[in-house]
């Protein structure tokens, strides 16, 4: 068992390409150097036409209250295909092992309760998301570090 350090990685993103974005291009905020590099694709990648960071709001009902709480993915994209078909996305970033359920043999501590109720409340906004993207023929897609590396 080792300690890890964590290092609060954010701040403000200058998009290269301001009429790109969908939303206020001098008010995206990063919140990880994951999110920045995904920003930085968006803002320079010819093929995505429009991009948006925290935009779209998404209701979910939170197995952990019970209560509807707002969703807020972390991007939009409007993408041409290389076919030409113009399609959207709506991407969660998030590291690997928050997309399962955690496996722990200790199922009595703290760490694996918190991660439990973490993975619940994922799942719970990421199937509201599936949900709102079938409705628009939109498509989630969750990106983690083997996407982004």
Known sequence: MGSYIFMAY????KPVNPKKYRGNPTRIIYRSSWERKF???????????EWGSEEVIIPYRCPTDGRVHRYFPDFYIKVREKSGKVTKYIIEVKPKKQTSPPND???RTAAYKRAALTFMKNRAK??????????????FLILTEDHLF
């Not at 954010?10 to 993103?13: D, I, R």
């Not at 990421?126 to 498509?139: G, I, K, P, Y």
Request: hydrophobic share 35%; net charge negative.
């Open 10 to 13: 954010s701040g403000l993103y």
């Open 39 to 49: 920003m930085v694709f968006c803002d320079k990648n010819p093929s995505i036409l």
């Open 105 to 107: 043999k200790n199922k």
């Open 126 to 139: 990421w199937d509201a998301a599936q949900d709102f993207c079938e409705d628009r023929q939109m498509n």
